[in-house]
């Protein structure tokens, strides 16, 4: 028989994804890896899957039945074009070709241009979950024709996570909807773990408390609304124990956090489309302020408070804590879904964003109870302008509040860095503002550019003549 799906790249993704696929039932998979080792390696180690391998691409065609159907998992840029191509060699009109790596959106939707003009399909899917995801059950956002997803919606289906009996992958949008959905869930990641490493600085620093008992806290929050798989992979970490030192592991790590790039590219975009993802932008910063070492040992001895603070009520500043990070997160998702309705208007993608909060239910790093109520919140109101106006956001926003306010504030006056707690709150605050200082800025463009300014009470666009007798003249709108 042929194969009714292959996978190129037979890397720990692919190997991992191409396991998934044989085990699942109907599926028969054809294997291909630019280095035959690896597809030897994973023929030897797993000869229950009954894979069909391919030594070239001319032998990968002709192993699959058609229309065929092949999963690219390279290392993206430019391997993923160098193997687009072999495949555009081999393949014919109405094959469908899968990039399921970490792809820039834009670089999607060059690859969907130029392979739709051959008559094959492109599809770029995100795929989230990591090495254990791709093993037993991804959240998996793909782009593409609808033509395509015929074909590829059931063996998806049958290979993604499963999140309250529904699978967790839906057709995203047309060419790069699902790598940019799949990047704005790693920058909300990015966010999420940011806010819950500072919950847990403020926590240590406040309460004198070890990682271990900090531990406990997070595995108690995991029962409650926080409950979420960065949550309780915090508790773990927190947990262990350095076995060369006896120290807890977190003290021996190098407070050096790396970065793959997709964080970045989701500030990015935001700065390009004009949205305020302030959260997962102070995160990314977070880790690039901490991966300055010679900057970092200059300011050592700059003035400040040393961190340390006085609580005189331990258990209350923990759930104080609590609340913040819970509201801090709601702010970073829901700019986090203001940068997927802002791209959606931009590339004219139809994306349903109740559909993408629950197929991030299971599978992805950001899995989470949480996503139900978004959900149920672009459910009960599809033109939602801002995620934390809705019912239930705002309820959380208001009964958390106080408690967000005195720990922002206990973490300045201690000289305990916040920002992702601390720009949440400003972002809050600036949104529900009656008035925003932004009318001065307006000003002042005026003043040194003669930018213009419109005015609260008459219609027009207006000017005034700062280096002559400073009246007003009306003006041309030049912005
Ligand atoms: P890598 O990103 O390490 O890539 C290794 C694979 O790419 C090997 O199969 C290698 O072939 C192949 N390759 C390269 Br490199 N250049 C090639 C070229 N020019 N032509 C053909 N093949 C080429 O693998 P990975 O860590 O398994 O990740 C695969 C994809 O999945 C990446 O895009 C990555 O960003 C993404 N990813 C996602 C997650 C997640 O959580 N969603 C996690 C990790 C990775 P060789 O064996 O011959 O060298």
Same mark, same amino acid.
């Given at each position: 028989?042929?194969?009714?799906?292959?996978?190129?790249?037979?890397?720990?993704?692919?190997?991992?994804?191409?396991?998934?696929?044989?085990?699942?039932?109907?599926?028969?998979?054809?294997?291909?890896?630019?280095?035959?080792?690896?597809?030897?390696?994973?023929?030897?180690?797993?000869?229950?899957?009954?894979?069909?391998?391919?030594?070239?691409?001319?032998?990968?065609?002709?192993?699959?039945?058609?229309?065929?159907?092949?999963?690219?998992?390279?290392?993206?840029?430019?391997?993923?074009?160098?193997?687009?191509?072999?495949?555009?060699?081999?393949?014919?009109?109405?094959?469908?070709?899968?990039?399921?790596?970490?792809?820039?959106?834009?670089?999607?939707?060059?690859?969907?241009?130029?392979?739709?003009?051959?008559?094959?399909?492109?599809?770029?899917?995100?795929?989230?979950?990591?090495?254990?995801?791709?093993?037993?059950?991804?959240?998996?956002?793909?782009?593409?024709?609808?033509?395509?997803?015929?074909?590829?919606?059931?063996?998806?289906?049958?290979?993604?996570?499963?999140?309250?009996?529904?699978?967790?992958?839906?057709?995203?949008?047309?060419?790069?909807?699902?790598?940019?959905?799949?990047?704005?869930?790693?920058?909300?990641?990015?966010?999420?773990?940011?806010?819950?490493?500072?919950?847990?600085?403020?926590?240590?620093?406040?309460?004198?408390?070890?990682?271990?008992?900090?531990?406990?806290?997070?595995?108690?929050?995991?029962?409650?609304?926080?409950?979420?798989?960065?949550?309780?992979?915090?508790?773990?970490?927190?947990?262990?124990?350095?076995?060369?030192?006896?120290?807890?592991?977190?003290?021996?790590?190098?407070?050096?956090?790396?970065?793959?790039? @997709?964080? %970045?590219?989701?500030?990015?975009?935001? =700065?390009?489309?004009? /949205?305020?993802?302030?959260?997962? #932008?102070? &995160? +990314?910063?977070?880790?690039?302020?901490?991966?300055?070492?010679?900057?970092?040992?200059?300011?050592?001895?700059?003035?400040?408070?040393?961190?340390?603070?006085?609580?005189?009520?331990?258990?209350?500043?923990?759930?104080?804590?609590?609340?913040?990070?819970?509201?801090?997160?709601?702010?970073?998702?829901?700019?986090?879904?203001?940068?997927?309705?802002?791209?959606?208007?931009?590339?004219?993608?139809?994306?349903?964003?109740?559909?993408?909060?629950?197929?991030?239910?299971?599978?992805?790093?950001?899995?989470?109870?949480?996503?139900?109520?978004? @959900?149920? %919140?672009?459910?009960?109101?599809?033109? =939602?302008?801002?995620? /934390?106006?809705?019912?239930?956001? #705002?309820? &959380? +926003?208001?009964?958390?509040?106080?408690?967000?306010?005195?720990?922002?504030?206990?973490?300045?006056?201690?000289?305990?860095?916040?920002?992702?707690?601390?720009?949440?709150?400003?972002?809050?605050?600036?949104?529900?503002?009656?008035?925003?200082?932004?009318?001065?800025?307006?000003?002042?463009?005026?003043?040194?550019?003669?930018?213009?300014?419109?005015?609260?009470?008459?219609?027009?666009?207006?000017?005034?003549?700062?280096?002559?007798?400073?009246?007003?003249?009306?003006?041309?709108?030049?912005?």
């Amino acid at each position: 028989g042929k194969a009714n799906i292959g996978v190129v790249g037979l890397a720990v993704m692919g190997s991992n994804l191409a396991r998934n696929l044989a085990s699942r039932e109907g599926n028969t998979v054809a294997i291909l890896n630019r280095s035959y080792e690896k597809t030897q390696k994973l023929l030897d180690e797993h000869p229950e899957a009954g894979f069909l391998p391919a030594r070239d691409y001319e032998e990968f065609a002709a192993t699959l039945a058609k229309p065929r159907t092949a999963i690219i998992m390279v290392k993206a840029g430019r391997g993923t074009d160098a193997v687009i191509d072999e495949l555009v060699r081999v393949f014919e009109p109405g094959d469908i070709i899968v990039d399921g790596g970490n792809a820039l959106f834009t670089d999607t939707i060059r690859r969907e241009k130029a392979v739709r003009e051959t008559g094959i399909n492109f599809v770029g899917a995100g795929i989230s979950g990591g090495e254990e995801g791709a093993l037993n059950g991804p959240s998996i956002m793909p782009g593409g024709s609808a033509e395509a997803w015929q074909t590829l919606g059931p063996i998806l289906r049958s290979i993604a996570a499963v999140a309250e009996g529904e699978p967790c992958v839906t057709h995203v949008g047309t060419d790069g909807a699902g790598h940019f959905v799949k990047m704005i869930h790693n920058g909300i990641e990015y966010a999420d773990m940011q806010l819950i490493a500072e919950a847990y600085d403020l926590i240590r620093r406040g309460t004198g408390k070890s990682p271990a008992e900090i531990a406990d806290i997070f595995a108690e929050w995991n029962r409650g609304e926080l409950e979420s798989y960065l949550i309780e992979i915090t508790a773990e970490v927190l947990r262990q124990t350095d076995p060369a030192t006896g120290e807890p592991l977190v003290d021996v790590i190098l407070d050096q956090a790396g970065a793959k790039g @997709t964080g %970045a590219w989701t500030v990015q975009t935001a =700065l390009d489309l004009g /949205v305020p993802v302030s959260g997962i #932008a102070e &995160a +990314v910063f977070a880790r690039s302020l901490s991966s300055k070492p010679a900057q970092r040992a200059a300011a050592a001895e700059l003035p400040g408070p040393d961190g340390t603070f006085d609580i005189h009520d331990a258990d209350a500043f923990v759930e104080d804590v609590r609340q913040a990070l819970y509201a801090s997160k709601i702010i970073a998702y829901s700019q986090g879904f203001d940068a997927i309705v802002a791209g959606a208007e931009q590339y004219g993608w139809d994306i349903k964003k109740g559909d993408i909060a629950a197929i991030w239910r299971g599978g992805c790093i950001i899995r989470a109870q949480f996503l139900n109520r978004i @959900t149920e %919140a672009y459910a009960a109101d599809p033109g =939602l302008v801002a995620l /934390v106006t809705a019912p239930y956001f #705002a309820d &959380a +926003v208001t009964r958390t509040q106080q408690a967000w306010r005195r720990v922002v504030v206990a973490a300045a006056e201690a000289g305990i860095p916040s920002p992702a707690f601390s720009s949440s709150l400003a972002y809050y605050d600036g949104l529900r503002a009656d008035r925003l200082p932004a009318a001065l800025v307006q000003g002042q463009r005026d003043f040194f550019g003669a930018h213009t300014y419109k005015r609260i009470d008459r219609e027009g666009t207006f000017h005034t003549l700062w280096s002559g007798d400073r009246s007003e003249v009306s003006a041309v709108d030049t912005h």
